[in-house]
C-alpha cells in the first residue's frame, strides 16, 4: 500500500494496488471517502501516476498519518 496527499492538502490517497484506491477529500467542514477501482484507462493512468510521477503535485505520506487524518475527519467533520 501507498499513501499521498495533494500539496494543497484537500486530497488524501491510500492507494491498495494499480487499480484501486481510496480518496479522503476535504471540503470545508466536510469530508467524502471514495472507494476508486478503475475501470477506464484515464482512472489507471491517474493512479499510476499517484504511484510513480506524483513529485509535482503530491508528497508521499504514511499510513498513520491517513489513519489519524482519517479519525480526525470522522471526530471533527460531516461526512458527505
Same mark, same amino acid.
Given at each position: ?7 494543497? $492538502?484537500?486530497?488524501?490517497?491510500? +492507494?491498495? $494496488? ?5 480518496? *479522503? #477529500? *476535504?471540503? $470545508?467542514?466536510?469530508? #467524502? %471517502?471514495?472507494?476508486?477501482? =478503475?475501470? +477506464? *484507462?484515464?482512472?489507471? %493512468?491517474?493512479? $499510476?501516476? &499517484? &504511484? ?5 503535485? =503530491?508528497? =508521499? +505520506?504514511? @499510513? =498513520? @498519518?491517513?489513519? /489519524? !487524518? !482519517? /479519525?480526525?475527519?470522522?471526530?471533527? &467533520?460531516?461526512? !458527505?
Amino acid at each position: 500500500m501507498e499513501f499521498r496527499k495533494y500539496k494543497n $492538502g484537500q486530497s488524501y490517497f491510500r +492507494i491498495t $494496488g494499480t487499480e484501486e484506491m481510496d480518496e *479522503l #477529500k *476535504l471540503m $470545508g467542514k466536510y469530508y #467524502k %471517502v471514495y472507494h476508486i477501482k =478503475a475501470t +477506464i *484507462l484515464p482512472e489507471r %493512468v491517474f493512479i $499510476g501516476d &499517484l &504511484l510513480e510521477q506524483y513529485h509535482e503535485f =503530491a508528497d =508521499a +505520506i504514511t @499510513e =498513520a @498519518e491517513y489513519e /489519524q !487524518l !482519517l /479519525q480526525w475527519c470522522k471526530q471533527n &467533520l460531516e461526512e !458527505l
